[in-house]
Nanobody, 118 residues
Framework: VQLVESGGGLVTAGGSLRLSCTASGSIRSISAMGWYRQRPGEQRETVATISRDGSTKYSESVKGRFTISRDDSKNTVYLQMDSLKPEDTEVYYC?????????????WGQGTQVTVSS
């Protein structure tokens, strides 16, 4: 299974970006999906998660500004990021719990850099 992210880049404060992450390979179903972020030398933190039934959770720092969504027909999870702040500058990683013939696989994307200038 491979997860490929796209949509990161450079944006000025107050702007928006939309991240996408698509899974490919041996996939029967996907349960939870999520977005995480990490700064060099720090632990990875949860940004947002979405369950198979569409229930969402957000970290307090992004609540009201970011929106997570999923398209199971495309094996894709999205993160719409609005009202971006310089402190949102981090590497963002997607995660999916994928079920295939081998059981459940906890899969991660390669990471995409988001940089917000002031």
């Amino acid at each position: 299974v491979q997860l490929v992210e796209s949509g990161g880049g450079l944006v000025t404060a107050g702007g928006s970006l939309r991240l996408s992450c698509t899974a490919s390979g041996s996939i029967r179903s996907i349960s939870a999906m999520g977005w995480y972020r990490q700064r060099p030398g720090e632990q990875r933190e949860t940004v947002a998660t979405i369950s198979r039934d569409g229930s969402t959770k957000y970290s307090e720092s992004v609540k009201g500004r970011f929106t997570i969504s999923r398209d199971d027909s495309k094996n894709t999870v999205y993160l719409q990021m609005d009202s971006l702040k310089p402190e949102d500058t981090e590497v963002y990683y997607c995660n999916m719990m994928i079920y295939n013939q081998f059981g459940y696989e906890d899969s991660w994307g390669q990471g995409t850099q988001v940089t917000v200038s002031s």
